[in-house]
């Protein structure tokens, strides 16, 4: 069965220390790997897609990451503004539903 | 360019009712898709349309159904509701079918039932 999976669950940060989210993800066919940042209340707003092992994008103070196996979402200094649920979410080949992680819920303190 | 707009924002029914949701997808995408995120259960897949068919079906009941109309909106409908129907319902609209296209999400319908 498809499976995605975040860890850690939650995350608490100081402003400025840097750290790293996790996905790993068992997907038959992968097509393509998500992340999401989720305000609550919110819908989900899309940060980045990756598509191949290697693949590398950077945003702001973000960067993702993709392996075989695994993605991770890269948070260098973080600020009070980053806190949020970070979304993971791998999509299969010929269905386009996106298989989502439970999300990590980061929270940075000034 | 504006976003994927959802009404109404929020929603409240008692058991055994029917709820309507709607969707307008960001202009010029094709495919919809709706997700259910209920407390705890994260984002769960429950419908695509693309050029006004259903192309594919998350594991949900028939009561839940929907449509796509020629202007490329959605409805979803949920019928006899049950109090675990309670949730934060999210629309999401990408250009179409053939790539793996990013889907963008509007800020969702809150469905309450009582």
């Known amino acids: 069965e498809d499976q995605v999976t975040q860890s850690p669950e939650a995350l608490r940060l100081q402003e400025g220390e840097s750290s790293s989210l996790n996905c790993s993800y068992t997907v038959s066919g992968l097509r393509g790997l998500f992340w999401y940042r989720q305000d609550p209340g919110k819908g989900p707003e899309f940060l980045f897609t990756l598509y191949s092992a290697g693949e590398e994008k950077e945003k702001e103070r973000l960067k993702a990451t993709l392996t075989k196996k695994e993605s991770f979402l890269h948070i260098t200094a973080p600020k009070p503004e980053d806190s949020a649920t970070y979304l993971c979410a791998g999509i299969s080949g010929g269905y386009n539903k996106l298989i989502f992680g439970a999300g990590t819920r980061l929270a940075v303190h000034p | 360019e504006a976003g994927v707009t959802q009404s109404p924002t929020h929603l409240i029914k008692t058991r055994g009712q029917q709820a309507t949701l709607r969707c307008s997808p960001i202009?010029?995408?094709?495919?919809v898709y709706w997700y259910q995120q209920a407390l705890g259960l994260g984002l769960q897949f429950l419908l695509w349309?693309?050029?006004?068919?259903?192309?594919n079906r998350g594991n949900f009941p028939p009561r839940f159904s929907g449509r796509q109309f020629p202007n490329y909106s959605s409805e979803l409908n949920v019928n006899a509701l049950e109090l675990e129907d309670s949730a934060l319902y999210l629309c999401?609209?990408?250009?179409?079918?053939?790539?793996?296209?990013?889907?963008?999400f509007g800020p969702g319908t809150r469905l309450t039932v009582l």
């Open positions: 999401a609209s990408s250009p179409g079918t053939g790539t793996y296209n990013e889907q963008f």
């Open positions: 202009s010029g995408h094709t495919s």
């Open positions: 349309y693309d050029e006004g068919e259903e192309r």
